[in-house]
């Protein structure tokens, strides 16, 4: 068995139901996300996991707890897994971003995602470096096993790219996570890292606001 990284995005916040972006702040799951977490922890801990690691965010920690319920693992946290940092933008909502600030808005609305937009927001080049330095770690300590990592939408895309060797500016081509989806990575020792499936989950729904 070689190496699998299983990406799964965090259940449900209020702030994406309000797309309200989060970034770094530290939003807890809402019930619809405690249930979400709950019914795809069975599915998770089927892939038979031997780590869990996850973002130090309570949104992570959280649904990482549903998986550690089934599996009796330990959670290893850690900061490098949190979504991008959005500055200025933390805490709003998608309108008032845009009536604050709105050519900024139009080049993100427009698929911005590999541009650095100001207003103290990382640059995506960052977020690609710190998400896939934790992803490979994680594989490293797990050589022949599966690893569940808990992320966030935006940084399990970024890690993904890093992973694959996939130029940023084409990020937009893979659709984002749906709460409590997850991807799989294999890694094959000729071509190595390998997107297995992608946006894996047990309810459909739109993909939340980072």
């Known amino acids: 068995m070689t190496s699998r990284l299983i990406l799964w995005r965090h259940g449900h916040t209020e702030w994406n139901a309000e797309r309200r972006v989060q970034g770094h702040s530290d939003t807890p799951l809402s019930a619809l996300g405690h ?3 709950a019914e795809a922890a069975p599915l998770l801990a089927a892939y038979a996991p031997d780590a869990i ?3 130090d965010l309570r949104r992570c920690t959280e649904t ?3 998986l550690a319920s089934h599996t ?7 900061p490098r897994l949190r979504e991008r940092y959005y500055g200025e933008w933390e805490g709003l909502t998608m309108a ?3 009536r604050r600030w709105p050519e900024s808005y139009a080049r993100k609305a427009a698929g911005a995602d590999a541009a650095d937009l100001g207003h103290g927001i990382e640059r995506p080049g960052d977020v690609m470096k710190r998400v896939g330095e934790a992803l490979r770690e994680a594989a490293e300590a797990n050589p022949r096993g599966t690893t569940v990592v808990v992320s966030h939408g935006g940084a399990i895309r970024y890690g993904i790219f890093e992973l694959l060797g996939l ?5 937009r081509a893979v659709y984002a ?3 409590c989806h997850f991807s799989e990575l ?3 020792p000729v071509r190595g890292w390998v997107l297995h499936s992608h946006n894996v989950g047990v309810a459909e729904g739109p993909p939340g606001y980072e």
Request: proline share 7%.
């Open 96 to 98: 008032e971003i845009a």
């Open 72 to 78: 009796g693992l330990p959670v290893r946290r850690d």
């Open 35 to 37: 249930a979400q977490a």
């Open 177 to 179: 996570l749906i709460n």
């Open 64 to 66: 990482a707890a549903a």
């Open 186 to 188: 294999r890694f094959d």
């Open 53 to 55: 690691v996850s973002s």
């Open 167 to 171: 130029p940023v500016d084409h990020l």
